[in-house]
């Protein structure tokens, strides 16, 4: 007995569009992805001016936000996979965030350490 295996083909990503509740990203394929920013929750807590900053990483086939530390691949976003960060993981970071927030509003020609 022959098994055939599909191997899906994975498109490089052209365009990303971040939302208040929506991540929509243009592949190279014509397709468009759109998934509920709660499923990154980095990017949820992220400002508008740090949702918007994001570059291409791995010839197009991830995202990357630096500020946020986030990065989400095309293939996971095909596959419908959610963030997979610990809830422990992301509360220190939330709390590493205010911290270092608090930092910069009291000392804001310092910029971020």
């Known amino acids: 007995m022959r098994i055939s295996t599909a191997e899906a083909e994975v498109h490089v990503v052209e365009n990303v569009t971040v939302t208040e509740d929506t991540l929509t990203v243009d592949l190279s394929d014509g397709r468009t992805i759109s998934v509920p920013l709660a499923w990154y929750p980095r990017l949820l807590h992220g400002s508008k001016k740090e949702r918007n900053n994001w570059r291409l990483i791995g010839k197009g ?9 986030e990065d989400i691949s095309v293939e996971n976003l095909i596959l419908g996979q959610a963030s997979g960060e610990s809830q422990s993981s992301f509360e220190e970071w939330l709390a590493f965030r205010k ?9 804001p020609l310092k910029g971020n350490p």
């Open 99 to 107: 911290v270092r927030r608090s930092k910069t509003k009291s000392h």
């Open 61 to 69: 086939y991830g995202i990357r936000w630096e500020g946020l530390d």
